[in-house]
């Protein structure tokens, strides 16, 4: 029975030194991460205006080729099924 109450109060100090472990592990990742953003180079402002308007760009134009397929699209199948005039 003694051994038994042994054996429950050393898992409990290990519990205890692995929730400490764990703290000291979240803290480390933590000081880590801060330092890796340090390390970023982060893009001016103007970088990011000039990107931001190359996308914007660059979704009017694909979109507008997409509307003109399906124009095309809708008018081939019409044609073929009969149903232009």
């Known amino acids: 029975m003694k051994s038994n109450t042994m054996s429950l109060k050393a898992n409990a100090g290990q519990k205890r030194a692995s929730w400490r472990e764990k703290l000291m592990r979240l803290f480390a990742f933590f000081k880590n991460a801060r330092a890796e ?3 970023v180079v982060w893009p001016t402002r103007q970088e990011t205006l000039q990107t931001a308007l190359v996308v914007v760009a660059m979704v009017v134009v694909l979109a507008l080729v997409l509307w ?6 809708v008018w081939l199948i ?7 005039g």
Request: aromatic share 0%; hydrophobic share 30%; proline share 0%.
């Open 68 to 73: 003109g397929l399906d124009g095309v699209l």
């Open 78 to 84: 019409g044609s073929l099924t009969g149903q232009r």
């Open 37 to 39: 953003l340090r390390k």
